[in-house]
């Protein structure tokens, strides 16, 4: 089992940064693959990042790739999604997930586990 835990969101003006973190415990995150997902109302849950142990491997949905940075602190066993240049459309509830260690999955459907949600408010 994996706990995860989100924290982080907030109310931001457009073009401001947040770093959003996701505490793991049960395992370590070097034995998982991690992702961020964000849902906004109405809409269906959508890919943003994914990761593998290594940190090495990366994944970004396009609407955030040169925006977005996803990683991770073995030693303290959480990973972030550090956003920058935020937009309105970057509003919603964003959810960490986890898997066993493999492919860097793009579909709520391929992770197990998931944290409870952080809302992030983009205003223009």
């Known amino acids: 089992q994996v706990q995860l835990v989100e924290s982080g969101g907030g109310v931001v003006q457009a073009g401001d940064s947040l770093r959003l973190s996701c505490a793991a415990s049960g395992r370590t995150i070097s034995s998982v693959t991690m992702a961020w997902f964000r849902q906004a109302p109405g809409k269906e849950r959508e890919f943003v990042a994914a990761?593998?142990?290594?940190?090495?491997?990366?994944a970004y949905a396009d609407s955030v790739r040169g925006r977005f940075t996803i990683s991770g602190d073995n030693a303290k066993n959480t990973g972030y999604l550090q956003m920058n240049s935020l937009k309105p459309d970057d509003t919603a509830v964003y959810s960490c997930?986890?898997?066993?260690?493999?492919?860097?999955?793009?579909?709520?459907?391929?992770?197990?586990?998931w944290g409870q949600g952080t809302q992030v408010t983009v205003s223009s």
């Open positions: 990761m593998t142990w290594s940190f090495r491997s990366t």
């Open positions: 997930a986890a898997r066993p260690l493999g492919k860097l999955g793009t579909t709520p459907y391929e992770y197990n586990y």
